[in-house]
Structures are given as C-alpha cells and as structure tokens.
T-cell receptor, first 113, second 115 residues
Framework: ETGVTQSPTHLIKTRGQQVTLRCSSQ?????VSWYQQALGQGPQFIFQ???????GRGNFPPRFSGLQFPNYSSELNVNALELDDSALYLC????????????FGPGTRLLVL | AQSVSQHNHHVILSEAASLELGCNYS??????LFWYVQYPGQHLQLLLK??????LVKGIKGFEAEFIKSKFSFNLRKPSVQWSDTAEYFC?????????????FGTGTLLAVQP
C-alpha cells in the first residue's frame, strides 16, 4: 500500500456526461500526477499539479482538467465524455524535490457507454 | 519523440526459470529509469529505479535491472521466477531534473508463471 487513495473505484457514465475523479496523496507529498491507462496499454500522462498549479500537461484535450487543493489532494474532471475515455485513471503522488519517485493509487475504472 | 519500448508483450515461464524483460527508451538527455509491477487486482508498485551511480540496481523480490547507456536499455532480470511473480511489468522513464516529473511508460509485458 502506498497511502495514495482514489475514489470512486468504478464508475459508469454515458457519452456527453461529465465526471469527477478524486485522489488523496501520500502524506508528505505535494505533487499529484494523473495518468490514463487504456486496456492493454501503459499509463499515459495527463497532467501534473504542484502547489495548486498545473505543472505540465500531456497530449490530452482541454476537456480534461484538474484541481489541486491546499491539502494536496486533487481532482480530475472530464467533460463531454467520449467512448474512448473508458480507461483506468491513475493518480500518483510525489515530493517535488530532487529525485522523485511517483507512488500510485489503485485507480478509478471508468466505463463510458 | 520520447518513447519506451518493451519488446515482449506476453511471456510464459515455468517456475524456477530465469527471466529477462527488455526495455529500450528514446529520450534526449539524462534520464531516470523505473520498473513498475501490477499484480492482478492491485495497484502499480515500484520494483526498482535507477537515478545515477551503479548501473546494476537491485529491487524488491529478487529483481534487478541493468542500465546500459550506450544501448538505451534497462532490462529487468530475475534468476528464478515464482508463481507469485505473475503480473504485468512496466518500464518507465523520465527526465533527470526536469521541471515536470512526467513518466513515459512502455506498453507493458504480461508475465505468466506456471507452477
């Protein structure tokens, strides 16, 4: 166990809806990264938050957005859901100083119908 | 473009067999290298990491990996696998000292160990 928690564990939505996924970082960590893992693929970087600011973004459209709160927990919001958004969404926390190892939560599995 | 290649998508071994999983990366500059493992029904866990120093790194559960800079490789090895090593293994890389601690993952290798 890493101490990174995510909620909910599973979610079913329909096309066009919006979804919010939540992540609590490991104690002492101030950076949260979000990844999308499609079936049979490796995780792909969505974005990272550090001190409540977006600190880098992968190749994802603007309908993917996020927040980080003062306690370093984070949300991932996806608007106008598409079928291809069905995936496991992973949150990872780290401490942004020097060499950083990311520790992953269990993920939220999203199914878009 | 930055990328990580894992050559073996599926590997089936018998218990006590030796394991080597290939990983090559394409990334400009100095890199940090990682192997993560995902056991069935569990979250991604760090197996081992290389930041600098001795290119042969040892991780948990008897795994080790060797960084060969000239070959852009970071292959994972274990001399004798167990049934409990059945899992999916991911190689990942990020830029050493980069402003964003973004991990680039390979597509993973699914290892099945037969008892």
């Amino acid at each position: 166990e890493t101490g990174v928690t995510q909620s909910p564990t599973h979610l079913i939505k329909t096309r066009g809806q919006q979804v919010t996924l939540r992540c609590s970082s490991q104690s002492g960590h101030n950076t949260v990264s979000w990844y999308q893992q499609a079936l049979g693929q490796g995780p792909q970087f969505i974005f990272q938050y550090y001190r409540e600011e977006e600190n880098g973004r992968g190749n994802f459209p603007p309908r993917f957005s996020g927040l980080q709160f003062p306690n370093y927990s984070s949300e991932l919001n996806v608007n106008a859901l598409e079928l291809d958004d069905s995936a496991l969404y992973l949150c990872a926390s780290s401490f942004r100083q020097g060499q950083e190892t990311q520790y992953f939560g269990p993920g939220t599995r999203l199914l878009v119908l | 473009a930055q990328s990580v290649s894992q050559h073996n998508h599926h590997v089936i071994l018998s218990e006590a067999a030796s394991l080597e999983l290939g990983c090559n990366y394409s990334y400009g500059g100095t890199v940090n290298l990682f192997w993560y493992v995902q056991y069935p029904g569990q979250h991604l866990q760090l197996l081992l990491k290389y930041f600098s120093g001795d290119p042969l790194v040892k991780g948990i559960k008897g795994f080790e990996a060797e960084f060969i800079k000239s070959k852009f490789s970071f292959n994972l090895r274990k001399p004798s696998v167990q049934w409990s090593d059945t899992a999916e293994y991911f190689c990942a890389v990020n830029r050493n000292g980069g402003a964003t601690n973004k991990l680039i993952f390979g597509t993973g290798t699914l290892l099945a160990v037969q008892p």
